[in-house]
């Protein structure tokens, strides 16, 4: 079940069994493939029950498609999260005073720490944001760090996404699948609970209600609407939350305020929860076409008499060039060293890092500074000698437009696939809420590549996601 | 609630109501054109049906001749005929996504289901041997979706917009579905008794589902007056004007005690419901039995306007 060159999370290279993984590997014994296929069916219906789908953009308009689960649990050792906890609590804190400093006197600018251009030029900085002070300090309340482990003991983070992520839904419905299917498993280790998700969310927004808000602030959801291929989660959301799920023209500002529009009337509100990305907020302070904000919601916002979570502005923290900063953002905001590192990341605009790239394109994963969702990428190992002549012509000729890593040797996970149980390649997404305080819900998403050999896990791509068991002490 | 939420459960049961009314004008018309001596008012007989359906304009905007063909076609599977049953089940659906939380999973189920179960027929399958099954299955589909909702939705707000979406929709059509042969009514038309008249009224139950409950109210032959009388002022007979006016009017009294508001709605559906209480066919048939139907739609259009406007629908 070993692949040769990959940290196989279950199995040591000599074949035996790492600690986490015992309970499961005894119980995996036990099963029979048919009773394993037969759990596998159970849990696509109750997921089409559940109607957690995802659209897919461009396909037939009854297209929804269900995310593919794997019923085996990914796991992780008590000692193992504790560091991960503890190194993305310093990330997350370390980014929000960047955030903070960035909008404000930007001392990391005139300490040389990172470059002007890289800050003032780039797309993600949102100069409407400068000199604001978001209620209770916080810009970035919702965060999901995107994390991979490639042995023992080394993790890297891939991403920080400080935006709107997503994929919080299926970490609450993977855990709900699995205890249904495998209870006398899920009884047998200590996993660390994760159905508090909702609730902690509800708290965090709570916490971050304008200072002038009295009694219980009037918490929503805002969301682009039924054809957005997250919609799902965002009404999952505000169910589990028990808030109201509304959409741009739901909304209306009036003398500074937000007010929904109700069967008796308006109601005031107080904290939006937005899965709306900034540039179509509010189109009188950004993109006049957007019909999916509320006009006037940005200067509601800067009159401090309604929190927009996150705040926007926020993806000049998650970009990916100013990502090759982020050891040096940590360490000027706190003073200590990374706890969790970076990719290895070669910067194309110095001399000799350029020229190891142009020489190893074939290794190497070039992605496009401001791409996303594996748009503008190329993948070494996969591509072509016409890719990698075109890319090493793009990057000649831009240098600062892209980054590069190394293909990272992802580690795998047991995985039930078609021809029984193999181990497929896996990252981590968990989930981090800051409110008054910083709380990591153990576990997040674990999304798989379910093609053999394949290094891709989205789901756009043939991935699909397991539950992520943390086992306490 | 959101103005929204409530707009989108008043049009998801709506449009549900309307595909069903759509299938059951469809059947009648199909059956007319079997009957003997059809042939000569074929054309005729269907663009009744396209009348009663309120998509007669949009048809003949399509299409220069009318065939049982093309007609059940544009009723059933045409994107572009916002009342044929594919933009009913996709327009319920839509609104049931935007408030799937305020809905319950049988609801979601049932119409979610019915939707993708539709969207895989092929429009050349309706073939006139296929029509008579596939009609039935949209009808069950609609009963199925009324059930899951009478059985598990919460008796709140949300379940009065629900029930003002059916009963404005299902008075809209039974007005229509009498207007379109208002004529054959009226006590002095020429031909009364003769078979076709017969056949006439018949095509009117039917599509009022009513040609069997007829029998056991007025336990005789067909008359127009007690087509009428059945359809318009029969507090018992579930499609009548009179029934969705009761209905309407003690839904909209729940939603007066809940949010302890009354507003112009609430006068208009009381207004109709005093109307049709106090109305005899006599005096119906003495104004004008077309000018009353006329007048009654234009009224139900105010009170779904009037209930738009005081709850706030976008």
Known sequence: MSEAGFFNEMLEPDGSVRRPYRELQAWLEQQSQQVLRQKVRDAEAIFRRLGITFAVYGASEATERLIPFDIIPRIIS?????????????????????????????????????PADLILQNEAFTPEMMGHDPAGGVYAHIIGVDIVRVSEGEFYVLEDNLRTPSGVSYMLEDREAVVHLAPELFSRCRVAPVEQYPELLRRTLESAAPPGCKG?????????????SAYFEHSFLADQMGVELCQGPDLFVDDGCVFMKTTLGRQRVDVIYRRIDDAFLDPLTFRPDSALGVPGLFDAYRLGNVTLVNAPGTGISDDKAVYTYVPEIIEFYTGERPILNNVPTYNCANDDERAYVLEHLEDLVVKEVHGSGGYGMLVGPASTKKQRTEFAEKIRSNPR????????????????????????????RPFVLVGDKVRITPGGLTRVALKKG???????????????WVLED | MLGRTAANL??????????????RLLDVGSRMALMPGADSGYQEQWRSILQAAAVDQAYSSRHEDVTAEAVAQFMLFDKNNPSSVHSCLKTARDNARAVRAAITTDMWESLNATWLEFSEIRPSSASRNKLPDLLDWIKSSSHQFRGALLGTILRDDGFSFSQLGVFTERADNTTRILDMKYYVLLPRSAAVGGDVDSQQWAMILRAASAHRSYRHVYSGRYTAWNIADFLILRPEMPRSLHFCYRYLHSTLSDLERMYGERCECHDLAWETLSTLSTSTMTGIFQDG???FLSEFISGNNRLTESISYHYNFP
């Not at chain 1, 993305?88 to 929000?96: G, K």
């Not at chain 1, 992802?410 to 990252?427: M, Q």
């Open chain 2, 289 to 291: 039995l077309h000018e």
């Open chain 1, 401 to 428: 437009n892209y980054i590069v890593q190394p293909t990272l040797a992802l580690s795998t996970c047991p995985t039930f696939t078609g021809s029984g149980i193999a181990p497929r390649h896996v990252d981590l």
């Open chain 1, 216 to 228: 219980d602030p009037n918490i929503i959801v805002l969301t682009p609407g039924i054809y957005n």
């Open chain 1, 78 to 114: 008590a000692s193992e999260w504790r560091r991960l906890e503890r190194g993305i609590e310093q990330r997350v804190r370390a980014l929000n005073a960047f955030l903070h400093d960035i909008y404000h006197r930007q001392e990391i600018i005139r300490a040389g720490r990172v």
């Open chain 1, 454 to 468: 394949s290094l891709v896990v989205n789901s756009s791509q043939g991935g699909g996601t397991k539950d992520t």
């Open chain 2, 10 to 23: 008043f049009w998801l049961s709506r449009y549900v109501e309307r595909a069903e009314n759509m299938a």
